[in-house]
């Protein structure tokens, strides 16, 4: 099994950026799918960002495109989430989860069925 780490959660403003983390210490994440999901109060966990370490296919859901971006250091074994432009829903504990390679594929919605090792999570408020 996969232990994930995400950090880089914290208080920003409308319109400020963070960057999330996502690491595992005892396995290289050359040959997984790695996504980022999110959970608002009272809402359902929404996919909203994968990689495919394999053959490099992404996706990003529509209610961040243009604002967040996924990418990996395959140095530092990590893949970060970048978001920008952060607005108060985007207020939510973000977990990253880890599975077969074929859980990420170009233009197919990230779902969490597909996903069966979790971090921690971490949480990101947006508020003025």
């Known amino acids: 099994q996969v232990q994930l780490v995400e950090s880089g959660g914290g208080q920003v403003e409308p319109g400020e950026s963070l960057r999330l983390s996502c690491g595992a210490s005892?396995?290289?994440?050359?040959?997984?799918?790695i996504g980022w999901f999110r959970r608002a109060p009272g809402k359902e966990r929404e996919g909203i960002s994968c990689v495919n370490t394999y053959d490099g296919s992404t996706y990003l859901a529509d209610s961040v495109k243009g604002r967040f971006t996924i990418s990996r250091d395959v140095t530092k074994n990590m893949v970060y989430l970048q978001m920008n432009s952060l607005k108060p829903e985007d207020t939510a504990v973000y977990y990253c989860?880890?599975?077969?390679?074929?859980?990420?594929?170009?233009?197919?919605?990230?779902?969490?069925?597909?996903?069966?090792?979790w971090g921690q999570g971490t949480q990101v408020t947006v508020s003025s």
């Open positions: 005892e396995f290289a994440l050359d040959y997984y799918a």
């Open positions: 989860a880890a599975d077969e390679p074929d859980s990420c594929r170009d233009g197919a919605v990230v779902v969490d069925y597909e996903y069966h090792n």
